[in-house]
């Protein structure tokens, strides 16, 4: 039986290392210097997943652009399920945030007079993504770890993974983690707690994300009464690697990529995304620069009619940039060029990249308010695990990394404000009590009762969600994966390890993140069975149910935790007080939604 | 598929006196990496077996492996390349952890050590800085280090004195020093001047061979020594009063 053998105590912990928690962390430190602030990740926080992310960061910055702009494009992107009040806080304090970060040194790329420079993106309406080259995620996660070194009251808990909460009557106290590399269990107590843990793309079987983005935040906060919002609304990034689902970035079609079919034709047009582009002259928002939702449904509609790529590694498009030149692509798409060097062997000057979408993004989360408070006192979420309501039913691509910074101040400024004030203190005794609760699913892993095999219920999690709860779905497909989840969950409690050691016990980890993900992915499901309607990211092939219905469903989702029995969803109203719910257009031509062949 | 041999540096430190070699077989293909031929056997071989590894991508930095004694990043480094079979092996010049993980603390310690954050005189708050594509060129090249540590396992003198601040941390003080809107160059210049700076390099130069994403970490200790060079004649010729400041 694990014993505690450390118990420490901070001001604020922040759990997660990368972009949100990091500038959470700088924010809090810098809200009251006194305070002490505990940054806690279960890998070094330069590891983040954070660092994956390519293409850029938004904020409108050019004198044509303007504030009304970057909502309208937000909350139609969102498919009008954006909290509209939030993207308006949103887009009014972006560019104050990309600037705060070129003062703590983050290398944007530059136009010749030495000002800023902005890319196009997809789903936006002018150029107002800023970058660094096509390392945009990397430079400003290494950009805020730095500077978080400036700060002495930051105290980092490098590789502690966090095990559970510690949260009684609504409240919370801390946090019981795991010291990797010991393998000691860890009391952490603190005033105020924000979870800024990332997404849940790992449950899913192509996906662009790191092996540490299971969703442990999500499900934590989940497990704790906290409902998960909009679960149903996951991101498919059209353009992923076959095989790996490495992410290759928007910015090429921003750049001016073009999308192909095996006949080499530039199929966007045949989905309400035309007319046709002229090579080499992107415009916004038409065609390759339609949003991330239209075009992995309009792959699948390829797909479906024989009309993409057969690759050793499953089926694929092509994006062809080798029009761009070498000269512009080694300075705009450095990265991109070496990823599809090293895992497709195809250099971009030369030949077309094979792509298809992979799973990219969580647009949904935890619940929070416009302050990144949840339902439990002394909880905060920001970042991809939270869902404070700026996404919708689809994020536009460059949006969320300037969530990071925005919203990873605001949750890092309340934080410090709580753990400033008076507040309750929980007992030794309560602290024992929650401790030994926490515990208790360790204790059933180290039994060694069990039969089964961490590896393989993670495989068949990852195929089912694929299967049932893809880009496009439907009541027999769901049913089948929520059956094949309940099943899992069945199985996980006969889980049993090779790996009776403690130290850097990974497979003990592996196991602790698919009963996360686990529950994530039950959310997801529930939420998009009972989701009666095709919106953004979450599309129903059934006949009736291919349009948007806000009659009926111009709502949340709140999936609430049920121990052994999937989850309950809620729904709850959207905010549309500023602009009232309309039409989603993209290129120059009427609205053509195709509706889906039925393969169910 | 065919398939090949791997020998793997073992050590459990529960049960492990010393690390050893064990012999696995692997599945392969054209697409398969050392990654993936890790992740096969803790699948499927011995759940046991550690590692880092995240992003897959070779951007987070987490996987660092010896490969054939060279230090290499395990997502980027393909089977299809080692016909002969390969041994992997932890970074080297790192206390070994478990199987493949090592402690990188004393790598964290020396970059914390430089001060690797913009030092500068409060900006207008509400405007960026102007940098041309050309200032940005000077330095850009140096921040692109992702922290795997392979220079560290590649560089013979952090192996004799582990104090040696490194490749890695060197760089990223001359990423700054370099960078138009940093002033603090005087701040570093006292770690970079010092035993453990700059001038502890033999220059071997593997550093720059082995790094995988094309930084030039000799490079920046070379620059560093002339800056360091003339740091030294600037503090010669100075008014006592102003070297005390």
């Known amino acids: ?259 192909l079919n095996k006949e080499g034709y530039r199929y966007l047009q045949d989905y309400g995304l035309g007319p046709e582009t002229p090579l080499g002259k992107p415009q916004n928002k038409t065609m390759e620069l339609g949003p991330r939702d239209k075009l992995s449904q309009a792959f699948w509609h390829e797909q479906q009619q024989g009309r993409t790529i057969s690759h050793p590694q499953g089926e694929v498009v092509h994006l062809d940039l080798r029009h761009l030149g070498q000269r512009y692509l080694l300075e705009r798409l450095p990265f991109i060029c070496e990823l599809a060097k090293a895992y497709v062997n195809v250099d971009p000057v030369k030949s077309p990249i094979p792509i298809r979408p992979a799973v990219h993004y969580t647009m949904g989360g935890i619940l929070t308010d416009a302050n990144c408070a949840t339902s439990i006192a002394g909880l905060y979420a920001v970042g991809e695990c939270a869902s404070i309501g700026l996404h919708g039913a689809n994020r536009l691509g460059s949006n969320s990394l300037t969530e990071l910074l925005v919203f990873g101040k605001v949750a890092g400024r309340e934080a410090a404000r709580v753990a400033s004030e008076p507040h309750p203190e929980a007992t030794d005794a309560l602290i024992s009590k929650l401790t030994e609760q926490a515990v208790s699913p360790l204790k059933r892993l180290h039994s060694g009762n069990g039969t089964e095999r961490w590896h393989e219920l993670r495989q068949q999690l990852a195929e089912s969600m694929e299967q049932g709860c893809g880009i496009y779905r439907c009541e027999a497909g769901l049913q089948q994966t929520l059956s094949t989840l309940g099943q899992l969950q069945h199985r996980y409690q006969q889980l049993r390890l090779g790996d009776t050691g403690k130290a850097f016990n990974t497979e003990r980890l592996h196991a602790l993140e698919l009963g996360f993900g686990l529950d994530v992915a039950e959310a997801m499901c529930q939420a998009a069975l009972e989701r009666k309607e095709s919106r953004g990211a979450h599309q129903r092939q059934e006949p009736g149910l291919t349009n948007r219905n806000d009659q009926d469903f111009l709502r949340h989702s709140l999936a609430f935790y049920q121990a052994g029995s999937g989850a309950r969803i809620e729904w709850q109203t959207v905010d549309t007080s500023l602009s009232p719910p309309a039409e989603r257009r993209y290129g120059g031509q009427p609205q053509t939604d195709k509706p889906p062949k039925e393969s169910c | 598929m065919p398939t090949l041999a791997i020998r793997l540096q073992r050590y459990q ?104 954050y913009l030092i500068a005189e409060a900006a207008p708050p509400s405007q960026p800085h102007r940098q041309t594509p050309a200032q940005l060129a000077r330095y850009k090249q140096f921040s692109n280090c992702i922290n795997c540590g392979l220079c560290y396992a590649a560089c013979p003198q952090f192996g004799l004195k582990p104090d040696f601040l490194g490749p890695a941390a060197i760089a990223l003080a001359h990423r700054y020093n370099l960078d138009s809107r940093d002033s603090g160059k005087a701040e570093r210049m006292a770690q970079l001047n010092s035993d453990n700076g700059v001038w502890g390099c033999t220059f071997v130069g593997y550093c720059s061979t082995v790094c995988p994403k094309g930084v030039d970490p000799a490079a920046a200790v070379n620059q560093g020594k002339i800056a360091s060079t003339l740091d030294g004649v600037i503090q010669w010729f100075k008014p006592a009063k102003e070297q005390s400041k």
């Open chain 1, 1 to 259: 039986m694990p014993e505690i053998v450390k118990t420490l105590s901070t001001d604020v912990l922040v759990v997660g290392g990368g972009g949100a928690g990091l500038r959470s962390a700088i924010a809090a430190s810098e809200a009251n210097p006194k305070l002490s602030v505990t940054l806690l990740s279960k890998v070094y926080p330069m590891r983040s997943h954070t660092v994956a992310a390519e293409g850029g960061a938004a904020a409108v910055t050019l004198g044509h652009d303007s504030l009304q702009a970057h909502f309208d494009d937000t909350v139609a992107g969102s498919d009008w399920l954006a909290e509209q009040g939030v993207v308006d806080y949103f887009v009014k304090h972006a560019f104050e945030e990309l600037v705060q970060l070129e003062h703590w040194g983050c290398p944007w790329s530059r136009q010749q007079s030495g000002e800023v420079q902005v890319r196009r993106f997809g789903g936006m309406k002018t150029e107002r993504t800023w970058f660094a080259a096509d390392k945009t995620g990397f430079h400003i996660l290494h950009t805020l770890f730095q500077t978080s070194l400036k700060y002495p009251q930051i105290n980092r808990l490098d590789e502690y993974f966090l095990l559970d909460l510690l949260v009684h009557e609504q409240r919370c106290y801390g946090v019981l983690a795991i010291e990797i590399a010991s393998g000691e269990l860890v009391q952490i107590k603190a005033a105020s707690v924000i979870l800024a843990t990332g997404g849940a793309g790992r449950v899913y079987q192509f996906n662009t994300n790191g092996g540490i983005v299971t969703g442990d935040g999500m499900a934590l906060a989940y497990r704790h009464g906290v409902a998960l919002r909009d679960m149903e609304f996951v991101q498919y990034h059209p353009t992923g690697l076959p095989g790996s689902g490495i992410l290759i970035t928007e910015a090429c079609r921003g750049e001016g990529g073009i999308l």
């Open chain 2, 13 to 116: 430190p529960e049960q492990d006196n010393a690390p050893h070699w064990q012999d696995f077989r692997v599945e392969y293909d054209d697409s398969t990496s050392v990654l993936d031929a890790l992740e096969q056997i803790k699948a499927g071989q011995d759940s046991s077996l550690s590692y880092r590894w995240s992003c897959r991508m070779a951007i987070c930095g987490s996987c660092g492996v010896m490969v054939n004694g060279v230090p290499k990043l395990g997502c980027k480094t393909f089977l299809r390349d080692y016909p002969k079979g390969l041994q992997l092996a932890p970074l080297g010049n790192f206390p070994v952890e478990k199987d493949l993980i090592v402690d990188m603390s004393r790598f964290l310690d020396h970059l914390t050590a430089i001060k690797p």
